[in-house]
Structure formats: structure tokens, C-alpha cells
């Protein structure tokens, strides 16, 4: 896996502020929770100063006035006190606890609808774990930190001013003393804060790495079984875990290390504050409440900073996750429609009181003014690469028209998928164009283009719900009976209605309570119930059995009138009605014509029908002798 995808366990050793600054003004449409939130926190610190200046008073009143010193007073103003404290913490919780939901939702969704508009390419080079993590931790964990972190951010510089400010009103000499520990503390707190952060984030990097090794090893079981790969697997799963058992224990350690410290240190401040206060509240110079006050402050001080270092080490922590999710959120698709489309679109869409929606197949007129109805697809010179691979197709031409069946076949990685996909613009070509009726067809709207398509994979896709959702997924407003009539012509209604519920039943995590043939007929109907114009199989029978695929072959005739539509065959008895069959080579067209036509030419088509034909009458043979034995 390349280096991108391990950011997740990356450090910065700098804090990227126009990063945060970037993320923070996300916070700034919540005004209504970001405001009172500040304001909840700078209350919340001024309580908490007030709390000991309540304890010097009442400890300097009782020793003026002994039991004539005003009780009831006390108790007023300290519950007073208390109310607004409680009503902070009441406030800041639902306040950081709503703009965090707020933030996550957002930048969930900006990065998911980010995440359909990219091309293809985009997820060719990047795993889907990477993705939902994007999507899920990374997401939330931002959320956290700008809506906790602004909180004890603010909380915290406010208590340590009101400390400082504190300590040198009541006593200057011996408040800078005391203050005096503070950059010992910080730094300290600052150094622990970053080490503990990354013994953390190894334990959950093994953690995730041993789920992992759960997972691979409860999916692989059966293989594993059968190449006896239990004891080296074991010994994986062994180092892994050892690894996670020793950034547990410095983890621990580096906590046990801490603690201890930044405790003497506080103590230490304290200590200093009794012993020179002492001396001057035995003189005189300072009332007994000042010094308890000078004794809790001291005290105090370890809290705010800790505060701010284990944030400010949160923030360096996750900036990793912050240019990650920003890098999505800003990334511009390779593949989109350009500014003259967009503005044909948007005049488009203002010519008329109700613009006809793109997903409408019947319109005489596409969402960008242009013609709907696609006559002809050519290619004209198209080169095309992925990346930085090698050339896959070379000056490559043809043209297709409406109505004509174009089988592909050829050896794997002559470019039979790269055509489709071309066709289909999930990728453009490097050099040459690609026309829709005589127009480069990056000149028409994508969406428009794309909802003429109905694709078919070999390995079919159906979503959890029941039969009828996925038929109609591609086409929402198809009534009930526009269902069933698209499953009829696939040859699926039998067998939906030998299930349980009928067209209600449910297919399952992924279709997984129907065999691949049965998902491959809903995908048939599911494609044409979408009425497109382009149709696309890519190996849709090779990985179904013969009486299924007899079934499709039957709708075929219905599936494929009227469209233009790209076939890529395995076995090529699905393609022997093609209009015309192109033997795809090193990105080339090497043979082109009807079945018939290309098996008189004896040329390499005629090596792969005879080939593909002699083995599967092997095949028929051998299953006859064995159902007589």
C-alpha cells in the first residue's frame, strides 16, 4: 500500500494554522452555538477564579468578625455563584456536544456528495477502507477537536489569565514566584501530552491492524484450512498483538511518568506560596484568606495548562485527518462538465416553466438544449492511459449507431472495458475525441450522458431492500407494474415469484439470499426498466450457469433493440447475433465483422469460437458419462 494511505499514523511537528483556520471558519454558519459557546467558557473560568476569591473572603471575614461575620451573605453570593456555574456547564455541553454534530454532518455529507462527483480514476488508486475512513473518523474526530478544543482552548487561557491576574493583584511579589512554575509546567505537559498522543495513536494503529487480521483470517478460513497455514498465521496475529502489548505498557508508563511530575510541580508552587506566604501572614503583610487563596491558585494552575497542551498536541495529532478530509473536499473532478455546458444547462433550464428532467427518456431535449436522442457514437483517434500506465488503446476509431449490437472480445488487457468506459466517460481519452451525434461529447452534459447508460457487470450489485427497490433503483417513479413487466421480459418474474413475498422479498446484504444468476437477471431488469440508450454488458454470463444465461439470451433480443449497445463476452454464444464483433488486441482492432464473416476468415476470432466450442463439448461429455455411471 503506498505511503498516502498510512497519514493516519503520521505526526506533525508543526501546527498548520491556516489548516485549522480553513476547518474553523467551517463553525463560523453556527454562530448561534459558537458565540454562547465562548461566552459559556470565558464564565465558566471567571467562576472558577471567583470560587477561591469567595474562600479568601469568607476566611478574612471570619477572622475579622468572627461569629458576626455575615453568613448568610456567603452563602447567597456562593450559591449565586454556583447557579451560573452550573448553568455553563449545563450550556457549554450542549452547545460543543450541537456544533460538533453539526460540524460531522457537514463535512460528512460536502465529502460524500464530494465522492460522487469524482471520476472514476479517483477510486482506481485509493481502497475503500481509505475512503470510509474519510467518511466516518476522520470526520468526526475534526468535529471534536474544533468544537471540544475551541471550548477548553478558551476556557483555559481564560483561567490562566484570571490566575496570573489573580495572583499579582493580591500579592505581585509573591504571585511572579508562583507564576514562575507555570513554563516548567507547560513545557513538561507539552512534551508528555505529545508522547503519550503517539503511544496512543500505535495502540490503535495495532488494534485496527489485529481487527483486520480477525477479519482476513474469519474470511479466509476455508483457504487457510487447506494450505495448513494455521501455525504461520498464528505467528502473524502474535507479532501484532506483541506489538500492541508494548505501546500499551509505554503508553502506561509515559502516564505513570506524567502525572507524578506535573503533581510535585503544582505542589511545589503551592509549597512556595505557603512558605513565603506564611511568613507574611505571620508579619502582617497578608490576611490569612489571601494565602489559602494563593495555595488553591497555585494549586489550580496545573489544570487550564494541561488543558491547552493536551489540545494543542490533539490539533498537530489530527492534522493529518484535516488536510485529508480538506484534500477530498477540494479536490476538482478530472471528469466534469465545463463552464460553456454549465451555462448551456442553466439556459436551458431557464427557457422553460418545467425543464425536462435528464432521467427522462423520452425528451426531445437534453438538460443542456442539446438533442436527446443519440444517433451515433464514434470514436475518432482516441489514445488513452491510465495515469501514468502504459498506452492501452492507440489511434483507436469506430463508429457505432442506434439500433447495432458491438461484441468485444479479445484477451484480457487488450482494452475491451477501457472502451466501454470511454464510452460510458467514467474516463476521457488523452488524445482523439469521442462524438454523440457528430458533437465531442464532453461539448453535452455528463449527467445527461450518464443517465442514458444501463450497465450490466459480471459481478452483480443489488442494495439491501426487498426485489421491487432494486429493479426500480434506477428509475424511481416506475410504477409497480412497469416492475413486473421489466422483470417478464428478462425471464426473472417466474422465479420472483416462487420467493416468499414475491417482488417484496428481500435480496439481502448485497443479494446474498439469491444465486448470481438470479442477482444478474434483477440487474438485466433493473438496467432496462431505466430505458437507456447505451447499453453495456461487461462479461454479464460468464459467471452464471447455462440455463440462466439461456434465460437472458431470450430478452436479449428485447434488451438490445432499438440502443447501441457494447457487449464484452467470455463465452461467445452470447455475441454469435452481434451486428458486429470486434477482436480487440493491444488496443486495436484486429478483426471486425458478423459471426459468420470472421469464422470463414479463419483468423484469431475463429481460434477462440473453435477453442471456446471443442471445450465445452468436452465439458457436455463428461457430465453425460458421469450422470450414466
Given at each position: 500500500?503506498?505511503?498516502?494511505?498510512?497519514?493516519?499514523?503520521?505526526?506533525?511537528?508543526?501546527?498548520?494554522?491556516?489548516?485549522?483556520?480553513?476547518?474553523?471558519?467551517?463553525s463560523?454558519?453556527?454562530?448561534?452555538?459558537?458565540?454562547?459557546?465562548?461566552?459559556?467558557?470565558?464564565?465558566?473560568?471567571?467562576?472558577?477564579?471567583?470560587?477561591?476569591?469567595?474562600?479568601?473572603?469568607?476566611?478574612?471575614?471570619?477572622?475579622?468578625?468572627?461569629?458576626?461575620?455575615?453568613?448568610?451573605?456567603?452563602?447567597?453570593?456562593?450559591?449565586?455563584?454556583?447557579?451560573?456555574?452550573?448553568?455553563?456547564?449545563?450550556?457549554?455541553?450542549?452547545?460543543?456536544?450541537?456544533?460538533?454534530?453539526?460540524?460531522?454532518?457537514?463535512?460528512?455529507?460536502?465529502?460524500?456528495?464530494?465522492?460522487?462527483?469524482?471520476?472514476?480514476?479517483?477510486?482506481?488508486?485509493?481502497?475503500?477502507?481509505?475512503?470510509?475512513?474519510?467518511?466516518?473518523?476522520?470526520?468526526?474526530?475534526?468535529?471534536?477537536?474544533?468544537?471540544?478544543?475551541?471550548?477548553?482552548?478558551?476556557?483555559?487561557?481564560?483561567?490562566?489569565?484570571?490566575?496570573?491576574?489573580?495572583?499579582?493583584?493580591?500579592?505581585?511579589?509573591?504571585?511572579?514566584?508562583?507564576?514562575?512554575?507555570?513554563?516548567?509546567?507547560?513545557?513538561?505537559?507539552?512534551?508528555?501530552?505529545?508522547?503519550?498522543?503517539?503511544?496512543?495513536?500505535?495502540?490503535?494503529?495495532?488494534?485496527?491492524?489485529?481487527?483486520?487480521?480477525?477479519?482476513?483470517?474469519?474470511?479466509?478460513?476455508?483457504?487457510?484450512?487447506?494450505?495448513?497455514?494455521?501455525?504461520?498465521?498464528?505467528?502473524?496475529?502474535?507479532?501484532?498483538?506483541?506489538?500492541?502489548?508494548?505501546?500499551?505498557?509505554?503508553?502506561?508508563?509515559?502516564?505513570?511518568?506524567?502525572?507524578?511530575?506535573?503533581?510535585?510541580?503544582?505542589?511545589?508552587?503551592?509549597?512556595?506560596?505557603?512558605?513565603?506566604?506564611?511568613?507574611?501572614?505571620?508579619?502582617?503583610?497578608?490576611?490569612?484568606?489571601?494565602?489559602?487563596?494563593f495555595?488553591?491558585?497555585?494549586?489550580?494552575?496545573?489544570?487550564?495548562?494541561?488543558?491547552?497542551?493536551?489540545?494543542?498536541?490533539?490539533?498537530?495529532?489530527?492534522?493529518?485527518?484535516?488536510?485529508?478530509?480538506?484534500?477530498?473536499?477540494?479536490?476538482?473532478?478530472?471528469?466534469?462538465?465545463?463552464?460553456?455546458?454549465?451555462?448551456?444547462?442553466?439556459?436551458?433550464?431557464?427557457?422553460?416553466?418545467?425543464?425536462?428532467?435528464?432521467?427522462n427518456?423520452?425528451?426531445?431535449?437534453?438538460?443542456?438544449?442539446?438533442?436527446?436522442?443519440?444517433?451515433?457514437?464514434?470514436?475518432?483517434?482516441?489514445?488513452?492511459?491510465?495515469?501514468?500506465?502504459?498506452?492501452?488503446?492507440?489511434?483507436?476509431?469506430?463508429?457505432?449507431?442506434a439500433?447495432?449490437?458491438?461484441?468485444?472480445?479479445?484477451?484480457?488487457?487488450?482494452?475491451?472495458?477501457?472502451?466501454?468506459?470511454?464510452?460510458c466517460?467514467?474516463?476521457?481519452?488523452?488524445?482523439?475525441?469521442?462524438?454523440?451525434?457528430?458533437?465531442d461529447?464532453?461539448?453535452?452534459?455528463?449527467?445527461?450522458?450518464?443517465?442514458?447508460?444501463?450497465?450490466?457487470?459480471?459481478?452483480?450489485?443489488?442494495?439491501?431492500?426487498?426485489?421491487?427497490?432494486?429493479?426500480?433503483?434506477g428509475?424511481?417513479?416506475?410504477?409497480?407494474?412497469?416492475?413486473?413487466?421489466?422483470?417478464?421480459?428478462?425471464?426473472?418474474?417466474?422465479?420472483?415469484?416462487q420467493?416468499?413475498?414475491?417482488?417484496?422479498?428481500s435480496?439481502?446484504?448485497?443479494?446474498?439470499?439469491?444465486?448470481?444468476?438470479?442477482?444478474?437477471?434483477?440487474?438485466?431488469?433493473?438496467?432496462?426498466l431505466?430505458?437507456?440508450?447505451?447499453?453495456?454488458?461487461?462479461?454479464?454470463?460468464?459467471?452464471?450457469?447455462?440455463?440462466?444465461?439461456q434465460?437472458?439470451?431470450r430478452?436479449?433480443?428485447?434488451?438490445?433493440?432499438?440502443?447501441?449497445?457494447?457487449?464484452?463476452?467470455?463465452?461467445?454464444?452470447t455475441?454469435?447475433?452481434?451486428?458486429?464483433i470486434?477482436?480487440?488486441?493491444?488496443?486495436?482492432?484486429?478483426?471486425?465483422g458478423?459471426?459468420?464473416?470472421?469464422?470463414?476468415?479463419?483468423?484469431?476470432?475463429?481460434?477462440?469460437?473453435?477453442?471456446q466450442?471443442?471445450?465445452?463439448?468436452?465439458?457436455?461429455?463428461?457430465?453425460?458419462?458421469?450422470?450414466?455411471?
Amino acid at each position: 500500500m503506498s505511503a498516502q494511505f498510512h497519514q493516519e499514523d503520521e505526526f506533525s511537528a508543526r501546527l498548520d494554522t491556516g489548516l485549522w483556520w480553513k476547518i474553523f471558519r467551517r463553525s463560523l454558519r453556527y454562530k448561534r452555538q459558537l458565540y454562547p459557546l465562548f461566552a459559556s467558557a470565558v464564565v465558566l473560568a471567571v467562576c472558577d477564579a471567583l470560587f477561591v476569591q469567595i474562600t479568601r473572603w469568607v476566611i478574612d471575614g471570619v477572622v475579622r468578625d468572627g461569629a458576626a461575620a455575615p453568613f448568610g451573605r456567603y452563602v447567597a453570593v456562593y450559591l449565586a455563584i454556583t447557579v451560573v456555574f452550573s448553568g455553563c456547564v449545563w450550556s457549554f455541553i450542549n452547545l460543543a456536544g450541537s456544533l460538533c454534530n453539526h460540524l460531522a454532518h457537514d463535512i460528512r455529507t460536502e465529502s460524500f456528495d464530494k465522492l460522487q462527483a469524482l471520476e472514476f480514476a479517483f477510486f482506481d488508486t485509493r481502497p475503500v477502507g481509505w475512503l470510509i475512513s474519510r467518511l466516518t473518523s476522520d470526520c468526526d474526530r475534526l468535529a471534536r477537536v474544533i468544537g471540544w478544543g475551541l471550548l477548553d482552548i478558551t476556557w483555559g487561557i481564560t483561567y490562566v489569565v484570571m490566575i496570573a491576574a489573580s495572583l499579582l493583584y493580591m500579592n505581585w511579589r509573591l504571585g511572579l514566584i508562583v507564576i514562575g512554575v507555570v513554563p516548567p509546567l507547560a513545557l513538561i505537559s507539552r512534551i508528555f501530552q505529545k508522547k503519550m498522543l503517539l503511544s496512543s495513536r500505535e495502540i490503535r494503529k495495532y488494534n485496527s491492524q489485529i481487527t483486520a487480521g480477525y477479519n482476513e483470517s474469519i474470511q479466509g478460513v476455508r483457504t487457510t484450512k487447506t494450505l495448513v497455514r494455521e501455525a504461520e498465521n498464528l505467528k502473524e496475529f502474535q507479532s501484532l498483538s506483541a506489538a500492541m502489548f508494548d505501546a500499551s505498557v509505554l503508553n502506561a508508563r509515559q502516564t505513570s511518568i506524567y502525572y507524578p511530575i506535573v503533581t510535585t510541580l503544582g505542589s511545589l508552587a503551592a509549597g512556595l506560596a505557603l512558605w513565603r506566604g506564611g511568613y507574611l501572614t505571620a508579619g502582617g503583610a497578608m490576611s490569612l484568606g489571601t494565602l489559602v487563596a494563593f495555595v488553591n491558585f497555585a494549586g489550580q494552575f496545573f489544570n487550564p495548562i494541561n488543558q491547552l497542551a493536551q489540545r494543542l498536541t490533539e490539533m498537530q495529532g489530527a492534522q493529518a485527518a484535516g488536510e485529508r478530509v480538506l484534500g477530498l473536499l477540494e479536490t476538482i473532478p478530472a471528469i466534469k462538465d465545463s463552464d460553456a455546458v454549465t451555462a448551456k444547462i442553466a439556459a436551458h433550464a431557464a427557457s422553460v416553466p418545467s425543464p425536462s428532467k435528464i432521467e427522462n427518456p423520452n425528451s426531445n431535449i437534453a438538460d443542456d438544449g442539446g438533442p436527446a436522442r443519440i444517433d451515433a457514437i464514434e470514436f475518432r483517434n482516441v489514445t488513452f492511459r491510465y495515469e501514468n500506465g502504459p498506452v492501452v488503446l492507440h489511434d483507436f476509431n469506430l463508429t457505432v449507431r442506434a439500433g447495432e449490437t458491438i461484441a468485444l472480445v479479445g484477451p484480457s488487457g487488450g482494452g475491451k472495458s477501457t472502451i466501454v468506459s470511454l464510452v460510458c466517460r467514467f474516463y476521457e481519452p488523452v488524445s482523439g475525441s469521442i462524438l454523440i451525434n457528430g458533437t465531442d461529447y464532453r461539448e453535452r452534459s455528463l449527467a445527461w450522458l450518464q443517465s442514458q447508460l444501463g450497465i450490466v457487470l459480471q459481478t452483480p450489485h443489488l442494495f439491501k431492500g426487498n426485489v421491487r427497490e432494486n429493479i426500480r433503483y434506477g428509475r424511481l417513479t416506475a410504477t409497480d407494474a412497469e416492475v413486473e413487466a421489466a422483470a417478464k421480459l428478462v425471464n426473472a418474474h417466474e422465479f420472483i415469484m416462487q420467493m416468499e413475498n414475491g417482488y417484496d422479498s428481500s435480496v439481502g446484504e448485497g443479494g446474498n439470499r439469491l444465486s448470481t444468476g438470479q442477482r444478474q437477471l434483477l440487474s438485466f431488469a433493473r438496467a432496462l426498466l431505466a430505458n437507456p440508450q447505451i447499453f453495456v454488458m461487461d462479461e454479464a454470463t460468464s459467471s452464471i450457469d447455462t440455463e440462466t444465461e439461456q434465460l437472458i439470451q431470450r430478452g436479449l433480443e428485447t434488451i438490445f433493440s432499438g440502443r447501441i449497445s457494447f457487449v464484452i463476452a467470455h463465452r461467445l454464444s452470447t455475441i454469435r447475433r452481434a451486428d458486429r464483433i470486434l477482436v480487440i488486441t493491444g488496443g486495436r482492432i484486429e478483426e471486425s465483422g458478423t459471426h459468420a464473416e470472421l469464422l470463414r476468415r479463419r483468423g484469431h476470432y475463429y481460434e477462440l469460437y473453435t477453442s471456446q466450442f471443442r471445450r465445452e463439448r468436452e465439458e457436455a461429455v463428461l457430465e453425460g458419462s458421469a450422470g450414466i455411471s
